[in-house]
């Protein structure tokens, strides 16, 4: 299986400031990589995909980059609503592994 | 829109069976999607459990192939997931979620509220 690994486990920035989380496979999967945001008690929610592409209703602040095997999340100008605990998932192959996680906290 | 809502069990004894079932609405399950489970422990990071087409195809994670169905059930809307010899390892939020079978939209969207099944006697 692809193992998908995060960094950093754990970051705390300011509202304002400019946020990048990496994510990095085991193997290359081009481009196929999605990112979720999560909050205490929800479902994730997805964010990105296809390394790039931005869902539908995601503000704009948030962007994701990145091919074969390693990735960005970033975001532009952090919001106080950002806090989440960010994970980034393949689609490479049959089995969708998902990174770790990195917990986001606001200053 | 189609809406996802998790079913079953709260608790189950060790070395027990660990049934749930996932309600869809809004839609079919004959769409050119998977229709997943993908679990998270307290405090842990998401783990992918397997999934199914309308078709009955089935993907399991390999570590836990040995112990896990997933069916689905058309008439009903609705596909479930049986884990059987369940540990304490096994007490985890339960989340069902759609995947898409294209590039374009291989991403597990929606997902449904989650149920939480703790593993203890």
């Known amino acids: 299986d692809i193992q998908m690994t995060q960094s950093p486990p754990s970051l705390s920035a300011s509202v304002g400031d400019r946020v990048t989380i990496t994510c990095r496979a085991s193997q290359s999967i081009t481009r196929y990589l999605n990112w979720y945001q999560q909050k205490p008690g929800k479902a994730p929610k997805v964010l990105i995909y296809v390394a790039s592409n931005l869902k539908s209703g995601v503000p704009s602040r948030f962007s994701g980059s990145g091919s074969g095997t390693d990735f960005t999340l970033t975001i532009s100008s952090l919001q106080p609503e950002d806090s989440a605990t960010y994970y980034c998932q393949h689609t490479y192959s049959t089995i969708p592994t998902f990174g770790q996680g990195t917990r986001l906290e606001i200053k | 829109q189609v809406h996802l809502q998790e079913s079953g069990p709260e608790l189950v004894k060790p070395s027990g069976t660990l049934s749930l079932t996932c309600a869809v609405s809004?839609?079919?399950?004959?769409?050119?999607?998977?229709w997943s489970w993908v679990r998270q422990p307290p405090g842990k990071g998401l783990e992918w459990i397997g999934e199914?087409?309308?078709?009955?195809?089935?993907n399991y994670n390999s570590s836990l192939k040995s112990r896990l169905t997933i069916s689905v059930d058309k008439s009903k809307t609705q596909f479930s997931l049986k884990l059987t010899s369940v540990t304490a390892a096994d007490t985890a939020m339960y989340y069902c979620a759609r995947r898409g079978l294209y590039h374009s939209d291989n991403y597990f969207d929606p997902w449904g509220q989650g149920t939480l099944v703790t593993v203890s006697s």
């Open positions: 809004g839609g079919s399950l004959d769409t050119n999607n998977w």
């Open positions: 199914i087409y309308h078709n009955g195809n089935t």
